[in-house]
């Protein structure tokens, strides 16, 4: 698949060190943006064109806009980490690349080469990498595709604008979190069999806002979703996996069956854990079974992953057929150990895999 050469604008306005260094003090999560961004356009017949690295500005989007009406839009996650002497690594950004394709593919959307997507990540990680905080901190980055051609009508667009940010990040979760704590969502649903669950697109999150806000009116961190069959069988949360730890040593998650992410974050770890020796099986947990597993000390621990979060544990579930605690509510040392170890392939500090960890060059 060919693609256009990536033009670099540099900003000419980006903001002074001083400037930048206040920001890094405290830069939360998605609320600090980088002075550039890379983007490009596609238009049937004609493909990808104008790519560009440029300051980041506001789109002019005509009020028509496909993305406006039609909610055609993809989007991926994914960090650059600072590593030893100087590094910046990416952690398996070719699986963020087939993963967009995916979701593309789900969506009536044109693909993007793996080439094309991987510069136009790298270029701009080069041109912001002094945005990367020091520390456990990273840099959050953003690629997205909408439909941005005008029109009225229910059709795929026949133009589509590519782009991606950048944010410095620290901690997901507020407080620094030990463990988080879930409501579960026994009415509403986030994806159905058929639908689009598996794809990254924005319309699958705004069906896990409401329930998401119901979940901070309960006192709870984060939503954890049943199936929309049965409502009994455990999907995943409104932005991350979930995984099971039994007292046997067993490990449990959800399968991917249409309605869940399959998460980079999920598949890494289920390879690790199998590579150690660990028995990890891809298996429907009722929420019933959860609760009399946890209250009977079956299942010692719960984590949920993604890339904004990395691992963290869960340590307090709570719906309306009752509450429970998982061990002593504070996570437990698997889930230190396997956090411990993503970071540290991700950072540089842990051998991993090969092809896990790929540089970004100077």
Same mark, same amino acid.
């Not at 890094?24 to 017949?45: K, S």
């Not at 701009?124 to 990273?138: H, K, N, Q, T, Y």
């Not at 890339?307 to 698997?334: C, E, L, M, Q």
């Given at each position: 698949?060919?693609?256009?050469?990536?033009?670099?604008?540099?900003?000419?306005?980006?903001?002074?060190?001083?400037?930048?260094?206040?920001?890094?003090?405290?830069?939360?999560?998605?609320?600090?943006?980088?002075?550039?961004?890379?983007?490009?356009?596609?238009?049937?017949?004609?493909?990808?064109?104008?790519?560009?690295l440029t300051a980041r500005k506001p789109f002019v989007l005509d009020p028509a806009a496909g993305v406006l009406h039609y909610a055609q839009e993809i989007?991926?996650?994914?960090?650059?980490?600072?590593?030893?002497? *100087?590094?910046?690594?990416?952690?398996?950004?070719?699986?963020?690349? /087939?993963?967009?394709?995916?979701? $593309?593919?789900?969506?009536?959307?044109?693909?993007?080469?793996?080439?094309?997507?991987?510069?136009?990540?790298?270029?701009?990680?080069?041109? %912001? /990498?002094?945005?990367?905080?020091?520390?456990?901190?990273?840099?959050?980055?953003r690629p997205f595709m909408f439909a941005s051609e005008a029109f009225l009508g229910v059709r795929p667009a026949e133009e589509f604008t590519f782009c @991606?940010?950048?944010?410095p990040a620290g901690a997901y979760f507020k407080g620094g979190k030990s463990a988080v704590s879930l409501w579960v969502s026994d009415h509403l649903n986030?994806?159905?069999?058929?639908?689009? *669950?598996?794809?990254?697109?924005? *319309?699958?999150? $705004?069906?896990?806002?409401?329930?998401?806000?119901?979940?901070?009116?309960?006192?709870? %961190?984060?939503?954890?979703?049943?199936?929309?069959?049965?409502?009994?069988?455990? %999907?995943?949360?409104?932005?991350?996996?979930?995984?099971?730890?039994?007292?046997?040593?067993?490990?449990?998650?959800?399968?991917?069956?249409?309605?869940?992410?399959?998460?980079?974050?999920?598949?890494?770890?289920?390879?690790?854990?199998?590579?150690?020796?660990?028995?990890?099986?891809?298996?429907?947990?009722?929420?019933?079974?959860?609760?009399?597993?946890?209250?009977?000390?079956?299942?010692?621990?719960?984590? $949920?992953?993604?890339?904004? $979060?990395?691992?963290?544990?869960?340590?307090?579930?709570?719906?309306?057929?009752?509450?429970?605690?998982?061990?002593?509510?504070?996570?437990?040392?698997?889930?230190?150990?396997?956090?411990?170890?993503?970071?540290?392939?991700?950072?540089?500090? @842990?051998?991993?895999? %090969?092809?896990?960890?790929?540089?970004?060059?100077?």
């Open positions: 698949m060919l693609h256009p050469t990536l033009e670099v604008l540099p900003n000419p306005e980006s903001r002074s060190t001083e400037e930048r260094e206040k920001l890094l003090v405290d830069p939360g999560f998605g609320r600090v943006f980088t002075d550039h961004m890379a983007v490009a356009i596609w238009t049937r017949g004609q493909g990808w064109h104008s790519a560009a989007f991926e996650g994914m960090k650059a980490y600072r590593a030893q002497h *100087g590094a910046i690594n990416l952690f398996r950004p070719e699986q963020n690349a /087939r993963r967009f394709n995916a979701s $593309a593919r789900r969506m009536a959307m044109p693909e993007i080469s793996e080439e094309m997507f991987l510069e136009a990540v790298e270029t701009l990680v080069r041109a %912001d /990498r002094d945005w990367i905080p020091d520390g456990e901190g990273s840099l959050y980055l @991606v940010i950048a944010s986030r994806a159905g069999p058929g639908g689009t *669950g598996a794809a990254k697109c924005g *319309g699958n999150y $705004a069906a896990s806002l409401a329930a998401q806000a119901e979940a901070y009116e309960q006192g709870c %961190d984060q939503v954890v979703f049943l199936d929309a069959v049965e409502h009994r069988w455990v %999907d995943e949360l409104g932005g991350m996996n979930l995984f099971f730890v039994f007292d046997d040593g067993r490990v449990a998650t959800p399968p991917l069956e249409g309605t869940i992410l399959p998460g980079i974050t999920r598949a890494s770890i289920i390879e690790l854990l199998r590579r150690r020796g660990v028995e990890v099986n891809e298996e429907s947990y009722a929420i019933d079974q959860w609760q009399a597993d946890a209250r009977s000390g079956r299942l010692s621990e719960a984590f $949920a992953c993604g890339t904004a $979060a990395v691992v963290t544990a869960v340590g307090r579930v709570k719906g309306r057929s009752g509450d429970w605690t998982i061990g002593n509510g504070d996570g437990g040392t698997f889930t230190a150990a396997i956090r411990n170890e993503l970071i540290g392939i991700q950072r540089g500090l @842990v051998e991993g895999p %090969d092809g896990w960890v790929r540089q970004v060059r100077r």
